[in-house]
């Protein structure tokens, strides 16, 4: 199948983007395994930190791996749809693993909320008309009757 130039173009970056995952996997892991097997208490900030990026790479694989096995089951044609090439049944397994622990929209949902939180600890409120903490005690500017927000 690789001897047709459409299907390198379709599947090598595909492929590469594969191994991308799989080691950002293993950092993942790694990282993990790091944090759970130290002495002592778990740092909440890096255990939600972790978690955040577990849901946003298992959001990413399941949805790549689902286009990857489609754009295989296309380039395969009809065969692709025979048993013995196992793309149907890999094709039923990546449909699971996508609502398993949630559907992906609800793990980048909570992907966003590490971030927002992670970006509220750091400079504060989130409250767009709150005094922001560089400048305490000081109340944000009236609008302009010259900006366009105003009018």
Do not use: W
């Amino acid at each position: 199948m690789l001897d047709y130039r459409a299907h390198q173009r379709k599947l090598l970056p595909a492929l590469a983007t594969s191994y991308a995952l799989m080691f950002a996997q293993n950092q993942l892991v790694e990282s993990m395994h790091e944090v759970q097997s130290a002495s002592g208490d778990v740092d909440e900030r890096v255990q939600r930190e972790l978690e955040a990026r577990a849901a946003g790479l298992k959001a990413a694989q399941t949805a790549h791996a689902t286009a990857t096995i489609q754009t295989c089951r296309e380039a395969c044609g009809g065969a692709g749809y025979l048993a013995m090439n196992r793309l149907p049944q890999l094709k039923a397994d990546t449909d699971v693993f996508t609502t398993f622990e949630g559907d992906n929209t609800v793990l980048l949902q909570l992907v966003g909320k590490g971030l927002l939180t992670d970006y509220r600890d750091e400079f504060g409120s989130l409250d767009t008309l709150a005094p922001s903490p560089s400048a305490p005690g000081s109340s944000p500017a009236p609008p302009s009757s010259a900006s366009p927000v105003g009018r």
